[in-house]
T-cell receptor
C-alpha cells in the first residue's frame, strides 16, 4: 500500500501523559499536513511542512504541541501533558507541489490517529 | 478569511431517493474544491475534486458542481443506497503558498432501507 499511513490508530492515555503520533506520507510527496478533528466538527488545520521545513502553524497548535519532519519524509506530532480537550482524531495528509509538476496539489489523507484522554 | 458552511447538518432519506448536499464558501477566490466521505470513527475518503477552472465532476452516482461567483458547490447523489450513509465533508483549497484545505462541518446522511 503506497498511501498515507498513521500510527497508532488508537491511543488511550491518562491526563498529563505525553503522546506521539507518526505519519508516513506518500513517498514522493514533499508536503505534509496535520489536522485535528473533534466530534461533530470538520478537520481543522494545525501545521504543514514542505520537505523538512515547518512553514505554518495554526493558533490551535499550543506550546504543548510540537511537530517535526526531520528528514523530509515521515513526521511526528507530540502532545505533552495531555488534557481531556486534546481528545480528537489527528489526521495527516500529504501532497506534491512544485514547478514542473502538472498535479493539482491535492491532499491525500491517512486513516487518522484517534486520541482519548481520560 | 475563508469559511465553509454546509447545509443541512443532517439529512435522512428513504432508499432510492436522489439528494443534494450544499456547501457555501465566503471567499470566491478558492483554488480547488473537494468533497469527502467519512464513516464513523474513520478517516477521509476523497469523492470528487473540482479544479478551479472546472464547473463539475462526476463519478458514478455522484456529481459535484462548483459556482465560484456565487460561492457554492453542490454534491448530487443519485438513487441513494443505505451504504451511502456517512458524513459528507466539503473543503476548499486556499491556494497560495500554503494550499491548505478548509473544511465545513459536514452533512450527516442516513439512507433508510
Amino acid at each position: 500500500d503506497t498511501g498515507v499511513s498513521q500510527d497508532p490508530r488508537h491511543k488511550i492515555t491518562k491526563r498529563g501523559q505525553n503522546v506521539t503520533f507518526r505519519c508516513d506520507p506518500i513517498s514522493e510527496h514533499n508536503r505534509l499536513y496535520w489536522y485535528r478533528q473533534t466530534l461533530g466538527q470538520g478537520p481543522e488545520f494545525l501545521t504543514y511542512f514542505q520537505n523538512e521545513a515547518q512553514l505554518e502553524k495554526s493558533r490551535l497548535l499550543s506550546d504543548r504541541f510540537s511537530a517535526e519532519r526531520p528528514k523530509g519524509s515521515f513526521s511526528t506530532l507530540e502532545i505533552q501533558r495531555t488534557e481531556q480537550g486534546d481528545s480528537a482524531m489527528y489526521l495527516c495528509a500529504s501532497s506534491l507541489v512544485g514547478r514542473g509538476t502538472s498535479n493539482t496539489g491535492e491532499l491525500f489523507f491517512g486513516e487518522g490517529s484517534r486520541l482519548t484522554v481520560l | 478569511k475563508q469559511e465553509v458552511t454546509q447545509i443541512p447538518a443532517a439529512l435522512s432519506v428513504p432508499e432510492g431517493e436522489n439528494l443534494v448536499l450544499n456547501c457555501s464558501f465566503t471567499d470566491s477566490a478558492i483554488y480547488n474544491l473537494q468533497w469527502f466521505r467519512q464513516d464513523p470513527g474513520k478517516g477521509l475518503t476523497s469523492l470528487l475534486l473540482i479544479q478551479s477552472s472546472q464547473r463539475e465532476q462526476t463519478s458514478g452516482r455522484l456529481n459535484a458542481s462548483l459556482d465560484k461567483s456565487s460561492g457554492r458547490s453542490t454534491l448530487y447523489i443519485a438513487a441513494s443506497q443505505p451504504g451511502d450513509s456517512a458524513t459528507y465533508l466539503c473543503a476548499a483549497y486556499s491556494g497560495g503558498a500554503t494550499n491548505k484545505l478548509i473544511f465545513g462541518t459536514g452533512t450527516l446522511l442516513a439512507v433508510q432501507p
